[in-house]
C-alpha cells in the first residue's frame, strides 16, 4: 500500500506500532497494525521512499485488509491510500546489498539477506526449494501470518515487540495492552523452536510435558518445528509431539 502526502508521516505513526517518523528516505522498519486489543491485523514493512511518500509491505493475503482499515480510519489525514503491487526475489547470504537496486534488509531466515523488488533475480546464482527456506525460517523462529500470527495473538506471545514496536512514540491503537504487559506481566507463552526427532510432527500437534500438554505445533519441517509452548517449561525440558521425542532449541 502506498500512503503520501504532506499528513502521511503522521497518520501512519498514529496508526502503526514502530516510530516510522524515525525513518530517514530509503530506510525501513518492521510495524504492526493492530487492534484496540492488540490483535495483529497485519504484519509489514515500511519503507519511507521520499519526505512524503511510504510504502507498506504486507502478505499478499493482508493486502485488502491492510488497505481497508487505513482508508477507515484515515478521517481528515491529508495522505493518499492506494495499492501498489511489486515483484520481488530474495537475496539470501549476501552481508550487503547490491548496488543501484531497491533492496530491503530481512532478517526471517537466520543469515543475512536481502528482498530486492522489482528486479530479475540473477541467473548464476542457485535457487533454494520452498522447503528448504521454510525450514530456514523454522530454525530462525520467525513467525509468519496464517501460521503463528493470526487475530487471535498477541505480538508479545511472537516476538515481535523487540521486532516491530516501539514502546516510546506515543499512541496507536493496542499502544496501551503491549506496553502493560511488557511492564507489568509477561505473555502466559511463547513461539519457540522445537528440535523433533523423527518424521515433522501434523501442524496442531500437542506439545505435552510430563504428561501435561503444554504447546501446540504451528509449523514443521524436517528436523524441527515452530509451536507456541507454555512459559513455565523449563528450557532443558524433555517432551513429547506425538510419538516422537522432542526438544526446546
Known amino acids: 500500500m502506498r500512503v503520501a502526502g504532506p499528513g502521511a508521516e503522521d497518520y501512519l505513526q498514529r496508526m502503526v506500532s514502530n516510530d516510522v517518523a524515525a525513518l ?24 519511507r521512499r521520499q519526505p512524503e511518500d511510504f510504502l507498506l509491505m504486507t502478505e499478499p493475503e ?24 511489486h515483484s520481488s526475489y530474495l537475496l539470501l547470504g549476501a552481508e550487503a546489498a547490491p548496488e543501484g537496486v531497491l533492496a530491503l534488509p530481512n532478517d526471517d531466515y537466520g543469515v543475512p539477506a536481502w ?18 527456506l521454510e525450514l530456514l ?42 506496553a502493560r504487559l511488557h511492564y507489568r506481566g509477561h505473555a502466559n507463552r511463547g513461539l519457540r523452536v522445537l528440535r523433533i526427532d523423527g518424521e515433522p510432527p501434523q501442524l496442531g500437534a500437542e506439545v505435552v510435558h510430563e504428561g501435561k500438554v503444554v504447546g501446540r505445533v504451528t ?6 518445528a515452530l509451536a507456541y509452548v507454555r512459559s513455565e517449561v523449563p528450557d532443558d525440558a524433555s517432551l513429547k509431539v506425538g510419538d516422537s521425542e522432542a526438544r526446546l532449541h
Do not use: H, N, W
Not at 525501513?28 to 491485523?41: D, G, K, W
Not at 493482508?62 to 484515515?74: D, F, P
Not at 528482498?115 to 528448504?132: F, M, Y
Open 24 to 47: 530517514s528516505s530509503g530506510e525501513s522498519c518492521e510495524a504492526l497494525l493492530l487492534t484496540p486489543r492488540a490483535r495483529v491485523i497485519a504484519p509489514m514493512r515500511v519503507l
Open 62 to 85: 493482508l493486502g485488502e485488509a491492510l488497505g481497508a482499515e487505513l482508508l477507515r480510519m484515515r478521517f481528515a489525514a491529508k495522505a493518499e491510500i492506494e495499492p501498489e503491487t
Open 115 to 132: 528482498e530486492i523488488l522489482d528486479q530479475e533475480p540473477p541467473r548464476d546464482l542457485p535457487e533454494i526449494g520452498e522447503e528448504a
Open 137 to 178: 525460517r523454522i530454525e530462525a523462529g520467525r513467525p509468519r501470518y496464517g501460521k503463528e500470527i493470526d487475530d487471535r495473538v498477541l505480538p508479545a506471545e511472537a516476538g515481535l515487540v523487540e521486532r516491530a514496536v516501539s514502546l516510546s512514540k506515543g499512541c496507536f491503537p493496542g499502544q496501551e495492552p503491549i
Open 219 to 224: 509449523s514443521a519441517a524436517p528436523g524441527a
